[in-house]
Nanobody
Framework: QVQLVESGGGVVQAGGSLRLSCAAS????????MGWFRQAPGKEREFVAA????????YYADFVKGRFTISRDTAKNTVYLQMNSVKPEDTAIYYC????????????????????WGQGTQVTVSS
């Protein structure tokens, strides 16, 4: 079994910062990538960022490049999303996801490629 638990969401003013965390437990030996997705009301879930678990490599959606940073602490089995210069349009539920099979190529950007999901954490950016 795999459990992903997100934390760190909340209300922040536009231009501010927030750091999300996602702690993984269970089958942590089979993590290839960890990703962050988000879903705003009435919209589909969309890719935000992903990171290679045992190596180098980070991937970002264009709309967060230069503002958000994904990182991980393999000793703690935790992935982070540092969100800077947030905008009202960043308001959404943020989910972390675990890839346990080894996604390749553009599959990293598709939610159906990931095997396990957290429950999500709400981020609200006020203007």
């Amino acid at each position: 079994q795999v459990q992903l638990v997100e934390s760190g969401g909340g209300v922040v003013q536009a231009g501010g910062s927030l750091r999300l965390s996602c702690a993984a437990s269970g089958r942590t030996f089979s993590i290839y990538h960890m990703g962050w997705f988000r879903q705003a009301p009435g919209k589909e879930r969309e890719f935000v960022a992903a990171i290679v678990w045992s190596g180098t490599g980070t991937y970002y959606a264009d709309f967060v490049k230069g503002r958000f940073t994904i990182s991980r602490d393999t000793a703690k089995n935790t992935v982070y999303l540092q969100m800077n210069s947030v905008k009202p349009e960043d308001t959404a539920i943020y989910y972390c996801a675990q890839d346990s099979r080894g996604i390749i190529g553009t599959g990293l950007y598709r939610s159906r490629s990931y095997d396990y999901w957290g429950q999500g954490t709400q981020v609200t950016v006020s203007s």
